[in-house]
């Protein structure tokens, strides 16, 4: 045990990707800030973008983990707020409309404003993400049969994983592709990858599980920093 204890700390145990703190000094400040840029994709001019009692958890712990101090995020068991994983994912569950996709939406651009970055062992790569519906990597894989690029993208968001079809068809041959690029995602430290859905992570729920016949994939989800959001509709709130 001792040996195994000595291996594990040197540095080829330590994990690949590495935050760096940057500092948050006013909380207030910063949601703030995240509100100004909400409006932006409000619908109509004039609509501030809404911080309630329904989202604020969220994006509180979101400003948190992007300025890499201490945060919170859900217990899939419990449901209870924990302790969070700087290195992990965002994992947003939540009806349709409830607004997670506008938040991570504007998350995006709240991070490449302040352009923080995270270490990797080849560099550096800035903590803001590009963001996709997993229905238009379904129509893209359909035309070029090409995973690799969402599966090596350094940080992205999955908007609205689980309402894909499962496969897809290139060329013939049947393509199960998000579980294809999730998994592959997983399998290297160095990337971070984001996610909003109605389907939730659950302890009770097996919804991804019986969907991608992998139970493999709902553990490598699991290691996501969870939040989810209810509440009122916000669809009406988001720009076209």
């Known amino acids: 045990m001792e040996r195994l204890s000595e291996l594990m700390n040197k540095t080829e145990f330590k994990p690949n990707?590495?935050?760096?703190?940057?500092?948050?000094?006013?909380?207030?400040?910063?949601?703030?800030?995240?509100?100004?840029?909400?409006?932006?994709?409000?619908?109509?001019?004039?609509?501030?973008?809404?911080?309630?009692?329904d989202n604020l958890f969220l994006i509180e712990n979101l400003i948190k983990w992007a300025?890499?101090?201490?945060?919170?995020?859900l217990s899939y068991e419990t449901l209870k707020p924990i302790k969070g994983n700087p290195n992990k994912g965002i994992y947003i569950?939540?009806?349709?409309?409830?607004g997670k996709s506008l938040i991570m939406r504007v998350f995006a651009e709240y991070l490449g404003y302040k352009g923080i970055i995270y270490r990797v062992?080849?560099?550096?790569?800035?903590?803001?993400?590009?963001?996709?519906?997993?229905?238009?990597?379904?129509?893209?894989?359909?035309?070029?049969?090409?995973?690799?690029?969402?599966?090596?993208?350094?940080?992205?968001?999955?908007?609205?994983?689980?309402?894909?079809d499962r496969f897809v068809k290139f060329m013939g041959s049947e393509i199960d592709f998000m579980r294809t690029i999730i998994n592959d995602r997983f399998d290297?430290?160095?990337?971070?990858?984001?996610?909003?859905?109605?389907?939730?992570?659950?302890?009770?729920?097996?919804?991804?599980?019986n969907k991608?016949?992998?139970?493999?994939?709902?553990?490598?989800?699991?290691?996501?920093?969870?939040?989810?959001?209810?509440?009122?509709?916000?669809s009406v709130w988001q720009r076209k």
């Not at 000094?25 to 994709?41: D, Q, R």
């Not at 238009?136 to 049969?145: F, Q, R, W, Y």
């Open 17 to 53: 990707l590495r935050r760096v703190t940057c500092g948050l000094v006013s909380l207030p400040n910063e949601i703030e800030l995240f509100k100004k840029i909400g409006t932006k994709y409000t619908l109509n001019d004039g609509l501030e973008f809404e911080i309630d009692k």
């Open 67 to 73: 300025h890499n101090v201490e945060f919170e995020c």
């Open 93 to 98: 569950a939540g009806k349709s409309g409830s």
């Open 121 to 164: 062992k080849n560099g550096t790569n800035l903590l803001a993400y590009n963001q996709i519906k997993t229905t238009k990597i379904g129509d893209i894989i359909k035309e070029s049969g090409d995973r690799d690029y969402f599966a090596e993208m350094p940080s992205i968001c999955f908007q609205d994983f689980g309402s894909e």
């Open 188 to 209: 290297n430290d160095c990337l971070l990858s984001h996610f909003t859905s109605n389907l939730s992570l659950r302890a009770d729920n097996n919804a991804i599980k």
């Open 212 to 234: 991608y016949d992998d139970a493999r994939i709902v553990r490598r989800l699991r290691t996501c920093n969870y939040y989810e959001l209810s509440g009122k509709d916000r």
